[in-house]
């Protein structure tokens, strides 16, 4: 199994659609984090947490919201989808701050 | 707040050529350094980090970096590259609580 599980892989949405991407981490680490991956544009940091009750905004997290269930699984929704949230979206995990991240596979979301 | 300036949007260059890649950061004070690799449809995956010590890194798969801190940069270097170093290379740079800051890539084209 990976040690960071995100579903689903593809998803295509219709605008104003409420969604969630779900991610789950095998590592036992504290620190979770939501990129999202935009052509040219590289990675932007959407939402991060460093424990179950500790929840941060990242630079663009306008849009969306996070829940972090548990160490293992944090989740990020889209209340309410627009067609400029259409990205690849990573989730990722770290030990702490002087580690590499470890990433998952990436949800491609198309908001039409 | 911090940015990660990659130089280099495109390269392409042929097999067994020399390879680096330019990465500068604006934070002047203590600071993580990582370069991340994203092959074509994958997620990314660490190459390398400077955390403290010995500012030349050597990474995975031949590479490597060296941190200079008096330029605030940290520029990915390869020998000799091989076709299947195809990619998108990520500078990423940590210098507090928050989650990394990536650059916005290079997309590194070798031909055979």
């Known amino acids: 199994d990976a040690d960071v599980t995100q579903t689903p892989r593809n998803r295509i949405t219709k605008t104003g659609k409420r969604i969630m991407l779900e991610c789950s981490q095998t590592k036992g680490h504290d620190r979770m984090y939501w990129y999202r991956q935009d052509p040219g544009l590289g990675l932007r940091l959407i939402y991060y947490?460093?424990?179950?009750?500790?929840?941060n905004k990242g630079e663009i997290s306008d849009g969306y919201s996070v829940s972090r269930q548990a160490q293992a699984k944090f989740s990020l929704s889209l209340e309410s989808a627009i067609p400029n949230q259409t990205a690849l979206y990573f989730c990722?995990?770290?030990?702490?701050?002087?580690?590499?991240?470890?990433f998952g596979s990436g949800t491609r979301l198309t908001v039409v | 707040a911090q940015s990660v300036s990659q130089h280099n949007h495109h390269v392409i260059l042929s097999e067994a050529a020399s390879l680096e890649l330019g990465c500068n950061y604006s934070?002047?004070?203590?600071?993580?350094l990582f370069w991340y690799v994203q092959y074509p449809g994958q997620h990314l995956q660490l190459l390398l980090k400077y955390f403290s010590g010995d500012p030349l890194v050597k990474g995975i798969k031949g590479f490597e970096a060296e941190f200079i801190k008096s330029k605030f940069s940290f520029n990915l270097r390869k020998p000799s590259v091989q076709w299947s170093d195809t990619a998108e290379y990520f500078c990423a740079v940590n210098e507090g609580a928050d989650g990394l800051t990536f650059g916005k890539g290079t997309h590194l084209i070798i031909q055979p």
């Open positions: 934070y002047g004070g203590t600071v993580n």
């Open positions: 990722a995990t770290s030990r702490d701050r002087g580690y590499g991240y470890t």
């Open positions: 947490s460093f424990d179950v009750k500790d929840i």
